[in-house]
């Protein structure tokens, strides 16, 4: 055979040259071989060419001039998708600002700049400290870049490539973190415009797309390079960004009122609480304070023991030999607080004898142990048994804030012991106790999550079904909507968590229902069944308020120190408005707390508006002003709390009147 007619490769068909990928809405699209999610808007429309920012390819956030595989899901993302849309921006805007950075100084180096909540930081390394000022020009810098509508693009390149290119540039903490993405993995450089950085992406598709009025540089932070304390201090640049100016007016609003109603300030100017460093993350309560913490422990203890829980107290100081049998000594001990005792003294004992004990982090162990005490039958469960339980966990200094992180605090905690058919009587039940006791403490809107099996885990499927079956069965039955959280569960059980939304728009995660096959396994707990059989009950854990110090501290925040009348601490002061009315003040507080009221008489030779003032200021809800009058005619003229107008009443009428209004929820 001569070579004319060797064999030659045959030319590709016209079919193995196309991609065809799926949109969300099933249909078919297919291009040529190469093609990217740009290719794809324009092929669908030209208005989506200018929306489009990036693309969803088979679940994951892509850059739009990725090219797309055959087969793909592909979903084009725009403005309108909000959770990717800000993604995408606060990640632009870390890369902007930190070319914005070294466009005004070009000796700072630059590090790293992740995206957080609700915006983004970027450390850097600059000998001179960062300014009020300096973060004016930098922001102004960053929307001159943005109206540069500079294109973003994307390399990848070899990991010696990189290296060099950054040792040329002296950027040595991007030389160091090339050489800490693993082998294998790419090393992917970015350009926004002439600047360029290393990142994993995705981004933008030009620096215009990001809203030029829409973010905002919040503050200047030290943190340690990789936060290892033995590194070079840097400088971190925090920002926030949105997707339009309105979005970022909200945020900034909220950020001020979240100022106003710090639960720190509101707390001094209440006199309800303190800390000090000789008990760091430890609360001392004042005596207003600790009336409003007893009012509302009074009420959950009310709201427990008609929901047939069984209230009981367990120690503070426990062996480290529970904790190792529980398995919280192997993956908790970090963080719990521990003594030893030098037992060698007592008879008996050998010499140097040590025992190790720990603060209890956690009751559900101590639970365990009650549980234990004495045969159980099937007949005896659902067996519901509370505690107040104090509890102690080591947090970092750094990590606490007032009332809603410490290191001593009070869970109004249950466990629930009952069998796998019991499971989802018991999550309806206790829903519908969650949910009351929100509403009457004024949270009417809360979020629930259902997280189901993470890969390491214990139990068997069938039993991991059924829990998780029995869970989303209670919710679906009280007409609920939730979110299912795949994966997250708890190596024990799947769980739910219940997140309340306050006054000003904020989610705060507090109550939450597990189920639990390990614990009652490790801590050798059972009952007899119908069978006679022995078997392991089902340990459901649960909580509504999570700690009673970091509820508080959400309370006095969501009401702004306006507490309802029934947890205010001092709910009514009745002030003299001459010397002469002295007597029937006193008279009338003794009254109004024969009716069960927290009264107080404010007799002092101050003016009447000073003292209104400074009640006011505490957030006392009512202010009775008596005088010649209100003496002569035994009434007093009510003030409530933020209402300029006053009313008179019989004195006798509004002790009825007030003490009504001040009976908890769950007692009218």
């Known amino acids: 055979m001569s070579d004319a007619h060797a064999a030659r490769p045959e030319s590709p068909s016209v079919e193995a040259r196309q991609v065809t990928v799926t949109l969300p809405d099933g249909a078919t699209r297919t291009m040529p071989a190469g093609s990217s999610s740009a290719d794809l808007a324009a092929d669908i429309s030209r208005s989506l060419v200018k929306a489009a920012i990036a693309a969803k390819v088979d679940g994951k956030l892509t850059d739009l001039s990725a090219p797309l595989e055959d087969g793909a899901q592909v979903a084009l993302v725009t403005m309108k998708d909000e959770a990717e849309a800000l993604e995408l921006v606060r990640h632009d805007c870390a890369h902007i600002m930190a070319r914005a950075v070294q466009e005004l100084w070009p000796d700072v180096k630059v590090t790293i700049g992740p995206v957080i909540e609700n915006g983004w930081y970027y450390d850097f390394d600059r000998e001179e400290a960062f300014s009020t000022e300096d973060l004016e020009a930098i922001e102004k810098k960053m929307r001159e870049i943005i109206a540069k509508r500079d294109p973003v693009r994307t390399e990848v390149w070899e990991r010696e490539r990189a290296i060099a290119h950054y040792e040329a540039g002296g950027e040595p903490y991007k030389v160091e973190l090339v050489g800490m993405i693993p082998e294998g993995q790419p090393i992917r450089m970015y350009w926004h415009g002439d600047w360029q950085d290393l990142c994993r992406g995705p981004h933008l598709v030009h620096t215009g797309q990001v809203p030029p009025d829409a973010f905002k540089l919040m503050s200047v932070a030290g943190a340690y390079w990789r936060g290892d304390h033995r590194n070079k201090m840097l400088q971190r640049i925090y ?8 979005d970022l007016e909200a945020y900034l609003h909220q950020l001020e009122e979240a100022k106003r109603r710090d639960h720190r300030k509101i707390g001094r100017e209440m006199d309800l609480f303190h800390l000090q460093d000789e008990a760091p993350g430890m609360v001392f309560w004042h005596p207003d304070g600790w009336t409003v913490y007893r009012a509302l422990e009074d009420y959950m203890r009310r709201r427990l023991t008609k929901a047939n829980y069984k209230e009981i107290k367990t120690p503070q100081v426990v062996d480290r030999k529970l904790w190792e049998a529980s398995g919280h000594w192997e993956n908790y001990h970090e963080n719990m607080f521990i003594t030893e005792i030098d037992e060698s003294s007592e008879a008996g004992s050998h010499a140097n004898e040590k025992r190790v004990n720990a603060l209890k982090p956690m009751n559900c162990p101590c639970h365990v142990q009650v549980y234990n005490q004495g045969q159980k039958s099937y007949r005896d469960l659902p067996l519901r048994l509370a505690e107040f339980g104090s509890c102690h966990r080591y947090e970092s200094s750094g990590s606490m804030h007032g009332l809603m992180r410490v290191r001593g605090f009070t869970q109004d905690d249950a466990h629930i012991f009952c069998t796998e058919d019991q499971i989802e009587s018991e999550c309806a039940d206790f829903i519908q106790l969650l949910s009351s006791v929100y509403r009457d403490l004024g949270f009417d809107a809360f979020e629930i999550k259902l997280s189901t099996r993470p890969e390491t885990r214990v139990g068997s499927d069938e039993v991991w079904d059924k829990a998780e079956a029995a869970l989303e069965k209670a919710i679906q039955a009280l007409g609920l909507p939730y979110e299912v959280d795949p994966g997250e569960g708890a190596f024990y059980g799947p769980k739910l968590d219940f997140k309340l939304t306050d006054a000003i728009g904020r989610e705060w995660q507090c109550g939450t229902f597990q189920a639990d096959f390990n614990l009652p396994q490790r801590l050798d707990a059972e009952y007899v ?5 022995k078997v392991r009950p089902v340990m459901m ?53 024969a009716v069960g009221l927290r009264a107080e008489a404010d007799v002092r030779n101050e003016k009447i508006n000073y003292k209104v003032r400074e009640h006011s200021l505490a957030h006392v809800p009512l202010i009775l002003a008596v005088g010649r009058k209100e003496v002569e005619e035994r009434t007093v003229s009510i003030r409530r709390l ?23 929820p769950d007692l009218r």
Do not use: C
Not at 529 to 533: I, L, V
Not at 545 to 562: D, M, Q, T, V, Y
Not at 642 to 664: F, H, N, R, Y
């Open 239 to 246: 920002g926030v960004a949105f997707r339009s100016r309105q």
């Open 541 to 593: 854990h649960r909580a509504i308020l999570g700690s009673f110090e970091r509820f508080l501290g959400i309370l006095i925040e969501n009401h702004a120190g306006r507490f309802p009348l029934w947890l205010a601490p001092k709910q009514v002061v009745i002030a003299t408005i001459t010397s002469d009315a002295d007597d029937y003040a006193l008279e009338a507080a003794a009254a109004l707390r």
């Open 529 to 533: 069944n119908d069978a006679g059989e």
């Open 642 to 664: 933020g209402e300029k107008g006053q009313s008179v009443m019989d004195l006798e009428e509004a002790a009825a009147m007030i003490a009504e209004e001040a009976t908890p």
